[in-house]
């Protein structure tokens, strides 16, 4: 395992514990032994592959799945074994589950109505709401007449009119289409904010966990795989799997010495010893094809191979290349005066040491 | 550009439509329509004792049955009988349904064939059956008997036998149709109320029940209209002791030789349909 920069700490109190929650079905092992602490006020991300169990996750602390074994204690309470509905949680699920039958008002006024609020007290707080996910002049409004992002606000609202000590989202953004999802991953984010609320976000979209989160919880096979800020995740990705999983990476096998690895016809330089078959991984953008020498302050890797194809981007330009039976792919900026390589064209491709993580006993 | 023959036909807007439906429309027309009219115009001749129509035009026959206290009777207690059915059914089939709902893959298979397979029997079989099963000294009394039980009512040939036939035989066309008017009903819908604050019990009358409304009433307005028109089970099950409406049409019709009698009462069957089927329109015009 690679060193781990320091995680940004939570805060002193925490918003919600996950101890050894555990789920088993006779086939299979969901969530195995899952253990995290999320702050108050903040916005973690599960997120992995589908069956990774982050939604089992999230339907186990909501109350609507049973739990094998472990404990969900939110702001201190601990809510094992707690029926749903005494759980005070707000959830905004992947298809909105709003109720058909309901106009907007009713649909957000339900929660209230269970907790036996006086109307005039209901009514306040609907309008609150509606104004806080801008939906003013809709409130009579079906479900079935609203827009897709619509239904997604009324959703929202729906869950924070209860002011729950907790919001969880199932993949709420991933019937939006792609510019809609984008802005409601803004406004999700500024009311989170906003309320202080503590927040656990499902999803499968990285880009989601990283420009949304506090911290990302990388799920895989039921494990937590690395918890971080997002820029740890992508800087200093514990395993393999966190690697690849977020953003893209170039994937070099080879025997390490020391400081030394070797591959066939290659030879690069790690900043950490190891020994045995390891695996470097490299992002793209922080790979270079060096037509001159340049020199460096830095310690650069430099490795030399056979362009196989270039794919102008329009953004960036980037560059498949062979070297000694592994194409990596180089991705470089495009700044206007690059020349694109030609196929068979020898490059060399130059990255800086600290840029490349190992991963010992990788395949 | 080039449209072949068929795209401009399937494409062609309201007249293409109006094709396809020519053959129901001639169907309908030959097979539904003009027997009714005719028997609408039965209704208001006069007939011989032997049963020959001497044509003309009267009211008689019609003044004759509303006023008749027998034929009013007649009528509350087929309304009634069938209401009582259609609330029975509702009751039995609703849980059923709502499982089938939820369930999937093979088990949802299995139990749907279980549940569509006694419409492959004559319902004048599964009315014998329920014969046997009812009868003095039949299945539930000889069960009974072993138990040290005797049965003091009688279970067939009376207005419970009937209902109890009909009501199973009704049984499939009632979780059929619910099933068929629980699209809205949605998992995800239910389990937001309770994530919400809603009790189990509150889940069901807030969420799950107004949503499965439009198959309640589906499944309610078909019940009633097959067990009020039924003739065969309550002809059986009655023992020639129950009147309804649709046995005493066959007795005016086939026994007596009264054509017009029957095809009055025939009209007044067709009036409660119409009544049922805008009481139905009407209701689910209100929920959707």
Partial sequence: MSAQGPSKQPCARPGIQLENLRKTYPDNVAVDDLNLTVGKGELVAFLGPSGCGKTTSLRMIAGLTPITSGRVVVDGRDLTGLPVFRRDIGMVFQNYALFPHLDVRRNIAFGLEMRKLSSAEIARRVNEAIALVQLQGREGRRPAELSGGQQQRVALARALAIQPSLLLFDEPLSNLDAKLREEMRKEIRDIQKRLGITAIFVTHDQVEALTMCDRIAVLNHGRLEQLGTPQELYERPATPFVASFIGRTNRLAGQARGKVVEGAGWQLAIAEPHHGAVEVMVRPHRMKLAQSTVASPEAVNRVKGNVVRCIYAGEVIQTDVDIGGQIITVEQPNAGSEVTPEPGQAVEVTFLVRDSLVYSGAA | ?288
């Fill in chain 2, 1 to 288: 550009m080039l449209v072949s023959a068929e795209e401009s036909f399937l494409r062609g807007s309201t007249g293409g439509a109006a094709m396809l439906l020519l053959p129901i429309i001639v169907i309908s027309l030959v097979g539904f329509v003009a027997p009714v009219v005719n028997l609408l115009v039965f209704s208001f001749q006069k007939a011989e004792a032997t049963g020959a129509l001497l044509g003309g035009f009267t009211f008689d026959t019609w003044h004759d049955v509303i006023t008749d206290p027998y034929y009013r009777e007649l009528i509350a207690n087929s309304v009634g009988a069938s209401l009582l059915i259609t609330v029975l059914d509702l009751v039995l089939s609703y849980p059923i349904a709502l499982y089938l709902h939820r369930s999937s893959g093979l088990r949802r298979t299995i139990l749907l064939v279980l549940v569509i397979s006694p419409l492959l029997l004559s319902a004048v079989v599964r009315t014998y059956g329920w014969i046997a099963i009812l009868a003095d000294n039949g299945l539930i009394d000889q069960l009974l008997a072993k138990l040290g039980i005797i049965n003091p009512y009688r279970m067939v040939f009376n207005m419970l036998g009937v209902v109890i036939g009909l009501t199973e035989i009704l049984m499939p066309y009632m979780i059929l149709a619910l099933l068929a008017g629980f699209g809205r009903l949605d998992l995800r819908a239910e389990e937001a109320a309770a994530t919400l604050g809603a009790r189990p019990f509150v889940v069901f009358r807030r969420v799950t029940l107004p949503l499965s409304l439009p198959g309640i009433l589906l499944g309610s307005l078909l019940c009633f209209v097959l067990a009020i028109s039924s003739f065969i089970t309550p002809k059986l099950l009655g023992g020639g002791r129950i009147f309804l409406l649709a046995t005493e049409i066959y007795d005016q019709a086939i026994v007596t030789l009264n054509w017009p009698v029957a095809a009055t009462l025939s009209g007044l069957i067709l009036a409660i349909f119409g009544v049922a089927l805008v009481a139905y329109t009407r209701l689910l015009a209100r929920l959707v």
